[in-house]
C-alpha cells in the first residue's frame, strides 16, 4: 500500500487497519439494520479481511474479479444461482464491505455486475445472455455499459451512436461512446444506439457485443482510479446478433431509464463508502494524534466539524435505506404502481445529488481534520478522496438530478388547480 517513505506512526498505522475501521462503522451503522442485514455485512467484512492481504496495488483491480466471483460478491441486486440474500438494500451493503477495502475496485465491479450485468437479469433471458450473466457474476469476463458519447453527455438521450437492423435479425451499430468504465479490459459491452436520430425516444436499442463482434477501445487515463480501465469505445460496423438484443425498437429507451435507478441506487451506496471510510479515519486517527499535548478530536476546531459530518452521514445513510428499502418492497421484481415508481425515481435523484456530494465534502474535510499525512500514500484517505471526485459525474451529472428535482417541483403547480 505504501511504496514511498514512512511516516505515519506504527500505532497509528496499526489503529488504521481494515477490521479497526469495520468495528467503528459497524458502530455506528449497526443500529439502522436488521439481523440479517448484519450478518450479512459481517460474512462480506469477513471475506475483505481476508482478500485484504493478499491484493497487489500495483496491479489493476480486475485480477481480483474471480476472488469476488467464487462468493457471488460482484453484485447483490439480483439473485444470482443460490447467492442470496439479494437486494438494492443488499447491493448496498455489499458496497461497504468491499468499498472500505478498495474503492476502486467497487467503482469498477458496480460497473461489471450493474450497469452491465443487471439488464441480463431484466431483459436477458436468451442462452446468449445467460452465458454472458455467468461471465459476468463469476468474476471470469469483465462487463461495462456505454451510454455517454464525446457530443452527448448528460443530453445522452440524443444521441449519435446509429444502428440499423440486418436481414438474420442481428444489428449493427455505428459511433463513439466515452468514458466507458472497464471498456479498455471488458469483454461485454451493454450499448444503446438508435436506428432513428430524430426518433431517439422510439427507435433507441439495447443491446450486449462481444469484444471481438467489432468494438475498438482506447484507454482514457484518469487519474483518480488508477487501476480502473477507461475508454473511449468505437462501435465500427459492430455487429451483435438478434439474441444478444436487449431492447429493441423503442425499447432500450425504456429500458435506459428503469435502470437509472438502480444504478443511482448503487452509486448512492458507493458514494456513502466513501463518506463513512473517510470518517472512520478521521475519527480513528484524531482520537490518537496528539497535538499541543491534546489528543486533535479533543480540540473544538475538529471535534465539532467531526461531529457535523457525521450527523451529515448519518442522514445521507438514513435517506438511502429508506429509499433502497422502498425499491425493495415496490419495484424489485415486480409491476410497479406508477405513482410509488414516480416517488422512488424522485427520492433516488434527491438522494443522489446529496449523498455524492457529501462523499466528495466528506473526504476533503477529513483530510483537512487528519492534516499532511493524508495526502500521503500512508492511509486510504487520499485514494478515498480521489475516487470521491468522480462520484458526482456519474449516473447522471449533479445538474441533471437538480433539474429532475426542479421539474418535480414545477409540477407541483398542478395540485393549487384542483
Ligand atoms: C470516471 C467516469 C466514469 C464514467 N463511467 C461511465 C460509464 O461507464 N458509461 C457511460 O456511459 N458514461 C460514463 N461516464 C460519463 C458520465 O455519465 C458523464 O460524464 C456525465 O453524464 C456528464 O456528461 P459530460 O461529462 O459530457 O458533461 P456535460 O453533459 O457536458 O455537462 C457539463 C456541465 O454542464 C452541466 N449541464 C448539462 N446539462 C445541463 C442542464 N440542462 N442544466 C444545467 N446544467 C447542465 C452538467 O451538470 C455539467 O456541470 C463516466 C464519467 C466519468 C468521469
Known amino acids: 500500500m505504501c511504496p514511498g517513505a514512512r511516516i505515519i506512526t506504527d500505532e497509528i498505522e496499526l489503529a488504521l487497519s481494515l477490521e479497526n475501521r469495520y ?5 455506528n451503522i449497526f443500529p439502522m439494520l436488521g439481523k440479517n442485514e448484519q450478518d450479512f455485512l459481517r460474512e462480506v467484512q469477513q471475506f475483505c479481511l481476508d482478500l485484504e492481504p493478499k491484493i497487489d496495488w500495483d496491479k489493476d483491480v480486475y485480477v481480483l474479479f474471480p476472488e469476488l466471483g467464487k462468493r457471488g ?8 444461482r443460490d447467492f442470496g440474500p439479494s437486494g438494492m438494500f443488499y447491493e448496498n451493503l455489499l458496497s461497504l464491505g468491499i468499498g ?29 445472455l445467460n452465458k454472458v450473466q455467468d461471465d459476468l457474476m463469476s468474476g471470469v469476463k469483465v462487463g461495462c455499459i456505454g451510454i455517454t458519447e464525446p457530443n452527448r453527455g448528460s443530453d445522452s438521450v440524443n444521441m449519435e451512436t446509429t444502428c440499423e437492423k440486418l436481414q438474420d435479425g442481428s444489428v449493427r451499430y455505428n459511433g463513439t461512446k466515452v468514458f466507458t468504465t472497464n471498456g479498455a479490459k471488458a469483454d461485454y459491452f451493454a450499448a444503446y444506439a438508435v436506428y432513428d436520430k430524430k426518433n431517439p425516444r422510439g427507435t433507441m436499442v439495447q443491446a450486449m457485443f462481444k469484444r471481438e463482434s467489432g468494438v475498438h477501445t482506447e484507454r482514457l487515463h484518469i487519474q483518480s482510479v488508477p487501476r480502473v ?28 431509464f428503469e435502470g437509472l435507478v438502480p444504478e443511482r441506487l448503487m452509486i448512492n451506496g458507493s458514494a456513502l463508502t466513501i463518506c463513512w471510510n473517510s470518517l472512520v479515519h478521521g475519527i480513528i486517527y484524531g482520537n490518537l494524534r496528539k497535538q499541543f499535548g491534546q489528543n486533535l478530536l479533543n480540540m473544538q476546531g475538529i471535534g465539532f466539524p467531526m461531529g457535523q459530518l457525521l450527523a451529515e452521514v448519518s442522514a445521507c445513510t438514513a435517506l438511502e435505506v429508506h429509499v433502497a428499502r422502498q425499491y425493495d418492497q415496490h419495484i424489485m421484481g415486480k409491476k410497479p404502481d406508477p405513482a410509488i415508481e414516480k416517488s422512488v425515481a424522485a427520492l433516488t435523484a434527491q438522494a443522489k445529488y446529496l449523498i455524492t456530494h457529501q462523499a466528495h465534502k466528506t473526504a476533503y474535510e477529513v483530510q483537512q481534520h487528519m492534516g499532511g499525512i493524508s495526502v500521503t500514500d500512508n492511509t486510504r484517505m487520499d485514494q478515498l478522496a480521489k475516487v470521491s471526485d468522480i462520484q458526482e459525474v456519474i449516473g447522471g451529472h449533479r445538474n441533471v438530478m437538480l433539474l429532475l428535482i426542479q421539474n418535480q417541483i414545477r409540477k407541483q403547480a398542478d395540485l393549487l388547480k384542483k
Not at 468495528?23 to 458502530?27: F, G, M, S
Not at 460478491?73 to 444470482?80: A, E, G, M, P, T
Not at 460497473?111 to 439488464?119: D, E, T, V, Y
Not at 473511449?232 to 432500450?252: E, F, H, R, S, V
Open 23 to 27: 468495528k467503528i462503522l459497524n458502530e
Open 73 to 80: 460478491f460482484i453484485q447483490r441486486l439480483n439473485l444470482w
Open 100 to 128: 472500505f477495502m478498495d474503492p476502486e475496485l467497487e467503482l469498477s465491479r458496480t460497473a461489471s455486475g450493474i450497469l452491465c450485468g443487471n439488464p441480463t437479469f431484466r431483459h436477458g433471458g436468451t442462452a446468449a
Open 229 to 256: 480501465h477507461i475508454s473511449k469505445t468505437i462501435y465500427k460496423d459492430a455487429t451483435t446478433p438478434a439474441d444478444m438484443i436487449l431492447g429493441d425498437n423503442g425499447q432500450g429507451y425504456k429500458n435506459l
